[in-house]
């Protein structure tokens, strides 16, 4: 990440916590050495700068590449530890969970949001296994995340954040996820991604949706699709 990012990491997180007073609880649940996965429920566009300032370790996160087109979006971005990526599904999301596991593979901590997207009605909606297979294949702990007051701060369609309200980050224990089985195996995924979304749940105490995050189908051939079980990453 060079220099941008130590600088950022240096400057932004002090000023960000002294101005929006973000109440902390659970530090003492991040590892702070070894790959470790932030999973997290999804509330805001803020969640991404949210997690990196209250925790005790530098975390990394996906951002969609429209946001590194432009030199101050780009610099801001990389500041706060982004790292660009195409967003989508098939070989997209495939390719963007290989750069997590190298990442993790490096030894560093990554945020990923199990829910796919951001829930623009405050439920907290059934999280997708691509979290979930990547610390069965790389055995990284997941330290469950509860974001609180974020949608209030910075609501879909703002274009700053506001100084009235605060936010609450919730870190939990971390999760051993080994004992749902091997990564290839759906049984497994599922599993481990119930018991992630469980511990989520557990600290946002957000209503569940039991449903997917997802755009209505636009066509018949995607409304069969969203009907018949397949896995979502």
């Given at each position: 990440m060079g220099a941008t990012y130590s600088l950022g990491r240096f400057l932004i997180a002090p000023l960000a916590r002294a101005v929006y007073r973000p109440r902390i609880e659970g530090r003492e649940n991040v590892p702070r050495t070894g790959p470790v996965i932030f999973a997290s429920n999804h509330l805001s566009f803020i969640d991404s700068i949210a997690i990196p300032v209250a925790a005790p370790r530098p975390v990394h996160f996906m951002a969609k590449s429209a946001y590194f087109e432009k030199w101050a979006s780009r610099q801001f971005f990389t500041a706060i530890g982004a790292i660009p990526v195409e967003r989508g599904a098939g070989q997209k999301a495939l390719d963007a969970l290989e750069q997590q596991r190298a990442l993790l593979d490096d030894g560093r901590?990554?945020?990923l949001y199990p829910e796919g997207t951001r829930s623009l009605d405050g439920r907290l909606y059934?999280?997708?296994t691509g979290v979930a297979f990547l610390a069965l294949q790389t055995g990284a702990p997941v330290v469950p995340v509860g974001l609180i007051g974020t949608d209030?701060?910075?609501?879909?369609g703002a274009k700053i954040?506001?100084?009235?309200?605060?936010?609450?980050?919730?870190?939990?224990?971390?999760l051993?996820?080994?004992p749902h089985g091997a990564a290839s195996s759906g049984r497994a995924r599922r599993g481990a991604t119930d018991e992630i979304m469980a511990a989520i749940h557990a600290l946002s105490e957000q209503e569940l949706a039991n449903a997917y995050n997802e755009a209505p189908a636009q066509n018949p051939i995607e409304r069969i699709k969203?009907?018949?079980?397949?896995?979502?990453?």
């Open positions: 901590a990554v945020a059934k999280g997708r209030k701060v910075m609501p879909v954040p506001t100084t009235k309200e605060r936010i609450t980050v919730r870190f939990g224990t971390p051993d996820l080994s969203q009907v018949l079980p397949h896995e979502r990453l």
